[in-house]
């Protein structure tokens, strides 16, 4: 059951440094918002406050109305699923091993899995096209195998609320397609980050653009991704048409300039 995440005037300062400033952002329940943004620009920052790997300086982050910071870790562990970039794993174990995790906060000790837990990984493991990996270790596992991995192991856990940062690296272009593509027709509640603007615009129902800590831009991806934001925020020129099949907006990128452009001839 997906239930809705809201980010209330979320503030994050670390050695007296800003990192993000009063974001204010509501996910619905079964919505997926993607946070864009240039590097550096708060998005991971956001992303740690909602699976609690940072205290918000100021601001409240609340599930289904809960305020997150009081609940028992138990209860978080059980409702937040994370994909993080430093997600991996040091220890060689199986990849059938790694999904399983997923579980953990629903086992007592060294609890076995019952019959279900192990369907539920079985089912986890083909969505993600990763079955046929089972029984190897994951540090042999190209990169992208092993990011599929550990998407299999937040979906086993059967979350309220799933939080990605940046799930497509080290896929391939049809991965990424399948993966989106699940997320899309998933049901949760997503807030994701994705540094590919054309993916976000096909996958995301509402887009927040943050700049420089700050929430600049909310709304439809029709609505965000215009030529004048693009340019402001991320100092690129595009032109923006519409996908011929689903209409929704994609980027066109000139590899010229700025200073080519204006340069006289």
């Known amino acids: 059951m997906s239930m809705e995440l809201t980010l209330d005037t979320v503030t994050v300062a670390v050695d007296g440094q800003v990192l993000l400033r009063q974001l204010s952002l509501t996910v619905g329940a079964g919505e997926i918002v993607g946070l ?59 990849v059938a091993e ?62 309220e609320v799933l939080v990605l940062d940046e799930p497509t690296n080290h896929l391939d272009i049809r991965h990424q397609i399948e993966l989106l593509a699940l997320l899309k027709h998933s049901g949760l509640t997503v807030l994701v980050v994705l540094h590919d603007l054309n993916l976000a615009a096909a996958t995301c129902d509402r887009l927040g653009v943050l700049s420089a800590g700050a929430l600049v831009a909310t709304g439809t991806p029709r609505e965000v991704l215009t030529p004048d934001l693009l340019h402001d925020v991320f100092g690129v020129r595009v032109t923006v048409v519409a996908h011929p099949l689903t209409g929704d907006p994609q980027l066109l990128y000139s590899l010229q300039s700025s200073t080519e452009r204006n340069r006289p001839t």
């Open 36 to 94: 864009v943004g240039p590097n550096g620009s708060g998005k991971s920052t956001a992303l740690r406050c909602v699976y609690r790997a940072l205290k918000p300086t100021r601001g409240v982050v609340r599930i289904g109305g809960d305020d997150l910071a009081g609940l028992p870790m138990s209860r978080t562990a059980r409702s937040v699923a994370a994909l993080t970039q430093e997600g991996g794993t040091d220890l060689d174990f199986t």
């Open 98 to 159: 790694v999904v399983a995790l997923g579980r953990a906060p629903y086992l007592r000790g060294n609890q076995a899995l019952g019959q279900r837990e192990r369907q539920l990984c079985e089912q986890a493991m083909e969505k993600l096209g990763v079955a046929h990996l089972a029984g190897r270790g994951v540090l042999s596992l190209s990169g992208g195998e092993r990011q599929r991995v550990l998407v299999a192991r937040a979906l086993v856990q059967e979350p």
